[in-house]
């Protein structure tokens, strides 16, 4: 079984100590689109006092959000908050089977 690019940042999250790990994008039914929070966002965690955001997708796919996140108007006070922003990139290693993780710090 695959598992989600949401559902490994989530079980990541908690692994790493996170005490609220939260899904904050939601599906449009209207639109038929997911939608991210700010238009950037998957996952939101709290950790001691540290907001952390993530936009979690495949491995492939990495560089694209990290551009997406970069355009947005919504990185400017994110930061300015003190906020945590990772991309998650994730791949299944064929050899190993096991899923590997690519983190991108974008704060």
């Known amino acids: ?10 079980n ?3 692994k790493e100590g996170c ?17 991210d929070l ?10 001691d006092g540290e907001t952390i955001a ?7 796919n990495t560089s694209a959000r990290i551009r997406k996140i970069a355009d947005s108007d919504a990185i400017t006070f994110l ?3 003190q906020w945590t922003i990772l991309v ?3 791949r299944k290693n064929p ?3 096991r899923y590997e993780n690519k983190t991108i710090d974008i704060s």
């Open 95 to 97: 050899k190993t089977k």
């Open 38 to 47: 700010f238009g950037i966002i998957d996952v939101l965690a709290i950790r």
């Open 12 to 14: 990541l999250l908690r």
């Open 88 to 90: 998650h990139g994730w």
């Open 79 to 81: 930061r300015l908050a």
């Open 54 to 60: 993530v936009q979690s997708t495949s491995w492939d």
């Open 19 to 35: 005490q609220l790990v939260q899904v904050v994008e939601t599906w449009n039914p209207h639109a038929r689109i997911r939608q």
């Open 1 to 10: 079984m695959n598992k989600s690019p949401t559902q490994l940042t989530l």
